[in-house]
């Protein structure tokens, strides 16, 4: 079977969860179907083939440029059988390939933009063009893939001329060999973070969807002997990342052991900074399901989340971690119980071990990438078979 592969994120330019997604999809995905895999940047390898947007619209909003790197792509699927697409960065690009080449179209939904309004104030009128883009694709895709039960509900929600039969459920995966428990302590020591007492660690993006601003907000409860470690770049906006740093700098000036670390660091230093955090939090507001979550609970560490999207699909309340309800109309409550059980668990050492063994036994029974390829290829089989 002969798969075009489409995506904006690949190694080493990965900054996300859908880039995760891709990555270990795709290096699954190669000893199963013939693939070729299409994204963003220069260059070419074997099956690989990097596109960039048009030197004509240098300067020009963000979302026409995306539209020039998917015309790109659409032209370079000559040959394959099947595309396969993934964020709203190149569903324009896989929806073109079907129309253009004769192809199915299978999409994968790793967030939606009718759930991401915030999203307006980083591409302005960029936001309709993505919006457009994601909604033509879906309706018009042969097969749409959701991360999570969650997201199959909220594609459902969004876009009802999608027949239903049409959408599969695909859970993202971990590479458990990659993610496991690191015993070594010399990333912490240089990083400055101090291994004799508690820290409570959150790894992601500046962006609203993240809720970093509620974390910090909330962090003020922590008890004075617990660390927070902030691994947080790449702010959506120069707005939120001024709001982040009137944040931090609040929060500093009140405590101590409040770090921030605003680079991207390599996996092996994430993993050690997983491994040794009394407990990993995600306060997301919208997370269709939560791939850093599995990566934490692979490195046997218990996890606070906020209860949205699919997240209660992978951290069972109780058992790996601890849920909070958020609601969107009453962020000061959601701040407050966050703040409570950050500490409730972060103060309970014995709780929060049992909690990340258990989230680690649960990353290796239920989330291989292995299996998350075969169950991809099955929708390809199936999509190519109705299609005939």
């Known amino acids: 079977m002969r798969v075009g592969l489409?995506?904006?994120?690949?190694?080493?330019?990965?900054?996300?969860?859908?880039?995760?997604?891709?990555?270990?999809?795709?290096?699954?995905?190669?000893?199963?179907?013939?693939?070729?895999?299409?994204?963003?940047?220069?260059?070419?390898?074997?099956?690989?083939?990097?596109?960039?947007?048009?030197?004509?619209?240098?300067?020009?909003?963000?979302?026409?440029?995306?539209?020039?790197?998917?015309?790109?792509?659409?032209?370079?699927?000559?040959?394959?059988?099947?595309?396969?697409?993934?964020t709203w960065y190149a569903n324009l690009a896989g929806h073109l390939g079907k129309l253009l080449h004769g192809i199915p179209h299978v999409m994968t939904a790793h967030s939606l933009e009718p759930l991401r309004p915030w999203k307006a104030e980083q591409l302005g009128g960029g936001y309709a063009l993505s919006s457009w883009a994601e909604r033509t694709a879906a309706e018009s895709a042969d097969a749409l893939i959701a991360v999570s039960g969650a997201m199959r509900e909220d594609?459902?929600?969004?876009?009802?001329?999608?027949?239903?039969?049409?959408?599969?459920v695909v859970h993202n995966g971990i590479d458990t060999h990659l993610y496991r428990p690191d015993p070594a302590t010399d990333v912490l020591e240089r990083l400055g973070i101090d291994p004799g007492r508690p820290y409570v660690l959150f790894v992601g993006r500046i962006t609203r969807q993240k809720g970093v601003p509620h974390l910090l907000r909330a962090a003020g409860q922590l008890d004075p002997g617990v660390q927070l470690v902030l691994c947080a770049g790449a702010p959506d906006t120069p707005e939120i990342d001024a709001e982040f740093r009137v944040l931090f700098e609040e929060l500093s000036r009140g405590r101590a052991g409040v770090q921030w670390l605003p680079d991207m660091l390599p996996r092996p230093?994430?993993?050690?900074?997983?491994?040794?955090?009394?407990?990993?939090?995600?306060?997301?507001?919208?997370?269709?399901?939560?791939?850093?979550?599995?990566?934490?609970m692979a490195c046997g560490t218990a996890v606070v989340a906020s209860r949205v999207?699919?997240?209660?699909?992978?951290?069972?309340?109780?058992?790996?971690?601890?849920?909070?309800?958020?609601?969107?109309?009453?962020?000061?409550?959601?701040?407050?119980d966050l703040g409570l059980v950050l500490n409730e668990l972060a103060t309970d050492p014995g709780r929060a071990a049992a909690m990340g063994a258990a989230g680690r036994r649960r990353a290796v029974d239920a989330f291989g990438w292995d299996a998350v390829a075969r169950r991809t290829v099955e929708v390809y089989e199936e999509t190519l078979h109705a299609d005939r």
């Not at 995506?7 to 996300?16: I, K, S």
């Not at 459902?156 to 999608?162: I, K, Q, T, W």
């Not at 919208?286 to 979550?293: A, K, Q, S, T």
């Open 6 to 86: 489409l995506t904006r994120e690949y190694p080493p330019d990965v900054y996300g969860g859908a880039g995760v997604h891709v990555e270990f999809l795709a290096r699954e995905l190669r000893s199963l179907v013939d693939l070729d895999v299409h994204c963003w940047g220069d260059g070419a390898a074997d099956g690989l083939v990097r596109h960039r947007a048009w030197p004509a619209l240098d300067g020009a909003n963000d979302a026409l440029r995306t539209l020039s790197v998917d015309l790109a792509m659409a032209a370079a699927l000559t040959g394959r059988e099947l595309v396969h697409s993934h």
């Open 155 to 168: 594609i459902l929600a969004c876009y009802p001329a999608v027949d239903p039969a049409r959408v599969h």
């Open 269 to 296: 230093e994430i993993v050690q900074l997983l491994t040794h955090a009394a407990l990993f939090v995600c306060p997301s507001v919208y997370e269709p399901l939560g791939i850093v979550n599995l990566e934490a």
């Open 309 to 336: 999207g699919g997240i209660p699909e992978v951290v069972e309340d109780g058992v790996t971690g601890l849920l909070v309800p958020y609601e969107p109309k009453n962020p000061e409550g959601f701040e407050r």
